[in-house]
T-cell receptor, first 116, second 114 residues
Framework: DSGVTQTPKHLITATGQRVTLRCSPR?????VYWYQQSLDQGLQFLIQ???????AKGNILERFSAQQFPDLHSELNLSSLELGDSALYFC???????????????FGEGSRLTVL | AQSVTQLGSHVSVSEGALVLLRCNYS??????LFWYVQYPNQGLQLLLK??????LVKGINGFEAEFKKSETSFHLTKPSAHMSDAAEYFC????????????FGAGTTVTVRA
C-alpha cells in the first residue's frame, strides 16, 4: 500500500461528458502529480502541484484541468471527453519539492476511465 | 534536461534465467535513479533507487541495479526469473535542477516462459 488513494477505480462515461478524478496523497507529502497511461502513448506526465500551487505542466490538454486543495488532496477534471481519453489516470505524491528531496514518487492504484 | 532510454520494449525470458533490463540516461548533474515495476492492473511501485553511496543497489523481489557513471547506465538484473516477475518495468531519473521532476523511460514489458 503506497498510501496514495485514488477514486473512483473505474469510470465509464460517454463522449462529451465531464468527469472528476480524486486523489489523496500520502500523509505529509506536499507534491501531487497526475499521469495518463494508455497503450499507444505510454506513461505521460500531465501536471504537478506543490502545496496548492501548480509547479509543472506536461502534456495536459486544454480540456483537462487540475487543482490541489488546502488539505492537499487533488482533483483532475476531464471535460468534453473523447474516445481517445480512455486511459488509466494515475496520481502520485512525493515529499520532494521546494528544492528538497530525491524525486521518488508513490503511486496510487489508478482510475480507469472508459469513454464510450 | 534529463532523459531516459530503455533498450527493448519487450523482453522474454525463461523461468530461472537471468533477467537483464537496460537503462541509459542523460543528465547534466549527478542523477538520482529509480526502477519502478507495474504489475497488470496496478499502479507503479518502487523496486529500487540510487541516490548516493554504493553503486550496486539491491531492491525488492531479488532485483538489483548498478549505477555506472562512465557508461551513464543503470541496468536492472535478477539472477533467476520467476513467473511472478512478469510485469512492466520503468527506469526513471530525477532532475535535481528542476525540482526533482522524474523523467520516465518508455518501459520494458517482461514475459516469463515456463
Amino acid at each position: 500500500d503506497s498510501g496514495v488513494t485514488q477514486t473512483p477505480k473505474h469510470l465509464i462515461t460517454a463522449t462529451g461528458q465531464r468527469v472528476t478524478l480524486r486523489c489523496s496523497p500520502r500523509s505529509g507529502d506536499l507534491s501531487v502529480y497526475w499521469y495518463q497511461q494508455s497503450l499507444d502513448q505510454g506513461l505521460q506526465f500531465l501536471i504537478q502541484y506543490y502545496n496548492g500551487e501548480e509547479r509543472a505542466k506536461g502534456n495536459i490538454l486544454e480540456r483537462f484541468s487540475a487543482q490541489q486543495f488546502p488539505d492537499l488532496h487533488s482533483e483532475l477534471n476531464l471535460s468534453s471527453l473523447e474516445l481517445g481519453d480512455s486511459a488509466l489516470y494515475f496520481c502520485a505524491s512525493s515529499s520532494s519539492g521546494g528544492g528538497l528531496g530525491t524525486g521518488e514518487l508513490f503511486f496510487g492504484e489508478g482510475s480507469r476511465l472508459t469513454v464510450l | 534536461a534529463q532523459s531516459v532510454t530503455q533498450l527493448g520494449s519487450h523482453v522474454s525470458v525463461s523461468e530461472g534465467a537471468l533477467v537483464l533490463l537496460r537503462c541509459n540516461y542523460s543528465s547534466s548533474v549527478p542523477p538520482y535513479l529509480f526502477w519502478y515495476v507495474q504489475y497488470p492492473n496496478q499502479g507503479l511501485q518502487l523496486l529500487l533507487k540510487y541516490t548516493t553511496g554504493a553503486t550496486l543497489v539491491k531492491g525488492i523481489n531479488g532485483f538489483e541495479a548498478e549505477f555506472k557513471k562512465s557508461e551513464t547506465s543503470f541496468h536492472l538484473t535478477k539472477p533467476s526469473a520467476h513467473m511472478s516477475d512478469a510485469a512492466e518495468y520503468f527506469c526513471a531519473v530525477s532532475d535535481r535542477s528542476n525540482d526533482y521532476k522524474l523523467s520516465f523511460g518508455a518501459g520494458t514489458t517482461v514475459t516469463v516462459r515456463a
